[in-house]
């Protein structure tokens, strides 16, 4: 009797512990300029990570501030809306490999009414698919027409990278891809490039400043991890023509991005 009231009372505490953590999150997150206290943007997230958002946000929003609590419901109501729609819109593009089949595994565009049309196979909807369930959920359409189909897919974003790198321009990338790896792709940080400076831009918004661009670069974050989206710009300022940082910073990267896929264990992860 007495062991499950305590039971009952230990879980309380830790549901309201989640739930004031975010409020925390939030304060904390308005000062450093991230638009995104929840984890809402994070393309990685699951499901169950996205509704325990929800559920902890509504929690603990009546009890706070009005500020507070105006910044807790809207975040909730966008993931409820993720949760319904999906990751995915019209003229997204997801990149598909299937084992064994040449002409499933490509590049597809989602067209309307967030329909994806494959070759042989009937259009069928990715409405309400999340990215972190994109291949099961192929998976188990394609398994309708393909017996025993080993799918993996992933969302592809096309970014432009500015300043001191090796090769500026457009390229487009997977969400799951390192953002160390999206500045490798390209050359590397050039030998001009003020790389600590560096921030990603969105429109006429900074979507990542520098400490937060510099945070996902040491932490081994993806694309999707810290919700670079298409049409993003990753800008790395340039210093004096015989910079220092472009030089240093390149086995740095090497080195970070090694560590990282060593402990991954590299394991589903494919770039196109």
Request: glycine residues 10%.
């Amino acid at each position: 009797m007495h062991k499950g009231v305590l039971m009952m009372r230990t879980s309380a505490v830790s549901g309201w512990a989640r739930a004031f953590g975010l409020v925390g999150v939030l304060t904390l997150a308005g000062t450093a300029g991230a638009q995104d206290p929840l984890g809402l943007q994070r393309r990685q997230a699951t499901r169950a990570e996205l509704e325990e958002a929800v559920k902890a946000a509504d929690s603990v929003a009546p009890r706070v501030d009005e500020k507070t609590r105006l910044k807790l419901e809207a975040h909730a109501a966008s993931i409820r809306q993720r949760l319904k729609n999906g990751d995915f819109v019209p003229g997204d593009r997801l990149y598909l490999n299937v084992l064994g089949d040449s002409s499933l595994t490509d590049t597809f565009t989602v067209k309307q009414e967030q329909k994806l049309a494959l070759p042989n196979i009937p259009e069928f909807s990715i409405r309400g698919v999340l990215d972190s369930e994109l291949s099961a959920h192929l998976t188990k359409e394609l398994s309708r027409y393909v017996r025993d189909p080993k799918v993996t897919a992933t969302g592809l974003i096309r970014v432009t990278l500015t300043g001191g790198v090796g090769r500026p321009g457009f390229v487009t990338v997977p969400v799951d891809m390192l953002v160390t790896d999206v500045l490798m792709s390209q050359g590397g940080p050039s030998q001009a490039a003020d790389l600590p400076k560096a921030y990603v831009k969105r429109a006429d918004k900074t979507h990542l400043d520098k400490k937060q661009f510099a945070e996902a670069l040491r932490t081994g974050r993806t694309v999707g991890d810290v919700a670079i989206r298409d049409g993003d710009e990753i800008i790395i300022p340039v210093t004096s023509p015989n910079g220092r940082w472009g030089m240093t910073w390149i086995p740095v990267v090497t080195s970070i991005t090694g560590l990282f896929w060593i402990i991954r264990g590299n394991r589903g992860r494919r770039t196109p």
